[in-house]
Each structure stands twice: as C-alpha cells, then as structure tokens.
C-alpha cells in the first residue's frame, strides 16, 4: 500500500505527461478534508475514480508541467478532492517563475532549480512582520535586516534566523489562547490562515482571549519580535551579526538502534546546518517550536533524454546503513550541496551482480 502519487512522463519523442495515480474514493458528500457522519449513509464512498478520469495532462500547450506538493485539479474538475489544499502552490510557483524566467533550460539548469532557497513565504509575510512598532536598537536592527533580506533562506542567512523564529513565536501568540498548550505545539505555519488573521480588519485572532485587556495585532507583532530575538540570543549568542539560519536548523541524521547506543551512537550520525523551510523548492520542513527538522528531500534526480547522457542521482547520505561501509556517508557532501552525479545504466559496469531465489524448502 502507498499513498498517491504524482508520475511525470516524458519520452525521445519530446511527448511530457502527468497522472495524479491513486485509488481516490468517489464520495457522496465532502471532499475529505474533515470527518463526516456515518450513521445515516449519506457520505458514503460509492466507488473510485477510475484511471481515466484521474487528473492528468498530456502535452501541455506551455510546453512543461510542474508538481511540487501543490493542488492538482482545478474547480472544474467533476469529482470531489479537497479544494483547500494543505500546502500552498509556493514551491510550484516558484518553479514556474524559474522555468519562464529561462527560454531554454539545461540539465544544469535543472539541478540548479533543486537547489533554490528563495521563499516565496517570506515574500508574503515580511511586509506584514515590517509593519511592526519597535522600541529599541535590537528590534530596529532586526527590521533592517529583514527590510534589506533577498528573501533567499541559505544556511548561512541571518535575516532567515530572525524571520524563523519570528514566525515560530508569531504563531504561538496568535493561537496558544485558542488551542491550549498542547495543541498549539502541534499547529504549524498555515500562511493563509496567519496572513487572514494579521489583515482581518475585527483583529479577532490578534486579541489574546485568556486576559481582560483587548490585544491588537500590532501588540501580538511586538511581543512576538521579542520572544523571537530573545529565543535567538539564548540559542545563538547575544552578538545578532552572528546569528545563522543554519545554525537554528541544525538537523540530525540518525540510524534508529545505533545512534542511541552510548558513545558508539555518534558512529551512526551525521549533522548539518539546513536552510530553507516549506516553501522553498529545496524543501525543508521544521517545528516552529524548537527548530527540529522533520522531513526534507531524500534524494536529487535529474534526467536529460539526449541518447548517451546519464541520469543525474543522489541521496542523502549512502546506500549502506553500515557506519564502517565507505558507502555509509559517501554521497552526504554532494546530496548537501545538490551536486548530483551520473547514474551509469551500462551494466557492464558493474562488478557484482546480485541474485535472489526463493528458498529451496518453500
């Protein structure tokens, strides 16, 4: 079992193609995206949508196809998916600008627009996050930099530093009061959501509901810029020309029995500084509470269908989960800087050959 996929086709004959492959139940009512009643049989499943009639596309008229977590059937399609999709189109969109930007594209190119760092979520939410009253030179020269920021995420970024925790202590205050403390911990960045509740003219979010004073969004900012630069300065030095978004992100890789063994557990565990967050094409997701990263892209891929041009491969960090094997870590540097290598296809290749039978007795 697997969930559904997104599958993108091309051939030498210069035909692309996409199929949005899953078994999608056709429903009688909703589109899934929340729990429905099952006691009167009225949100039944009554089938699934055959391969047909799967969103799809086939030689588009602009020539290329972009799927990055975004929604993939528009209003008109004629069967129920949910239409506020989780993730906003931020990755795609930033894709297609990259593509249009470009006449004509490279493998080079390619791997390249794997690699970028720009976010398009820092684009919608700086502008609001620079409306901010501040009353001191720290929160002054904090501002600065995000007002000068090229909104590239690197790892090295001190303005992407200050706009993660920003947007981390930005999200408790608005929500703590309505979800509690455990709950809030869970809640993510929802740009949609965080954007309607900073510009709803009712501040209704924005007003922290478990005091009798009546808080506004610009008070819910400039609390929030303090407890982000304060989180910053216990994290990584007072001195804020310092600070570094990698160092926010550092992430650990971790083999699940050997890295927890003591003293040998550092044999099975690599470190290293992230940038980027949901957003961005190089795609990192972390918790807006204590910076840990959960899920990034395992591996970089990129094929040019020239005769005689390999493919383009490779993952985070080897192919062998042995710390002694050469291969433990051997392709970490390269998967960390998004310099994919040649797959070779020639078999000839290749030194060993692997067989696999079924046993004798069965």
């Not at 593509?99 to 493998?107: D, G, M």
Request: aromatic content about 8%.
């Amino acid at each position: 079992m697997a969930p559904a996929q997104n599958f993108i086709y091309a051939d030498v004959d210069k035909h692309i193609g996409y199929l949005g492959a899953g078994k999608i139940p056709i429903r009688s009512a909703g589109d899934g995206a929340v729990p429905v009643s099952g006691q009167d049989g009225h949100s039944e499943w009554t089938g699934f949508i055959s391969i047909d009639d799967l969103p799809q596309t086939f030689d588009p008229k602009e020539g290329f196809i972009v799927t990055a977590n975004n929604r993939v059937a528009g209003d008109s399609y004629p069967f129920l998916l949910t239409k506020e999709w989780s993730v906003p189109p931020y990755r795609a969109e930033r894709i297609r600008q990259l593509i249009l930007a470009n006449p004509k594209l490279s493998l080079e190119d390619s791997v390249k627009m794997q690699s970028d760092l720009t976010s398009l979520l820092a684009r919608d939410l700086v502008p609001l996050l620079l409306s901010t009253t501040v009353s001191n030179p720290v929160e002054k020269d904090a501002l600065d930099r995000l007002k000068s920021w090229n909104l590239i995420e690197s790892s090295d970024s001190g303005a992407g530093a200050i706009f993660a925790a920003w947007c981390g202590r930005l999200v408790s205050a608005l929500y703590r009061d309505e979800l509690g403390d455990a709950l809030q911990g869970e809640y993510g960045l929802h740009p949609r959501e965080l954007i309607s509740a900073l510009t709803d003219k009712t501040e209704w979010w924005c007003d922290d509901h478990t005091t009798s004073e009546r808080e506004s969004c610009a008070d819910i900012l400039h609390r929030s810029l303090k407890e982000a630069l304060d989180i910053l300065t216990k994290k990584l030095g007072p001195d804020s020309s310092k600070w570094r978004l990698g160092n926010l992100l550092t992430t650990r890789f971790e083999n699940q029995v050997g890295s927890n063994v003591p003293v040998l557990g550092a044999l099975f565990t690599r470190t290293l500084k992230m940038g980027g967050d949901s957003s961005t094409v190089r795609v990192n997701h972390y918790s807006l509470y204590d910076f840990s990263v959960n899920a990034l892209s395992s591996f970089f891929s990129d094929a040019d269908l020239v005769p005689g041009r390999d493919p383009l491969f490779v993952e985070t960090l080897g192919q062998s989960d042995h710390p002694l094997s050469s291969h433990f870590d051997d392709q970490f540097s390269e998967w960390s800087n998004t310099q994919p290598f040649p797959l070779s296809l020639d078999t000839t290749t290749m030194g060993e050959t692997l067989i696999l039978q079924p046993h004798r007795d069965r």
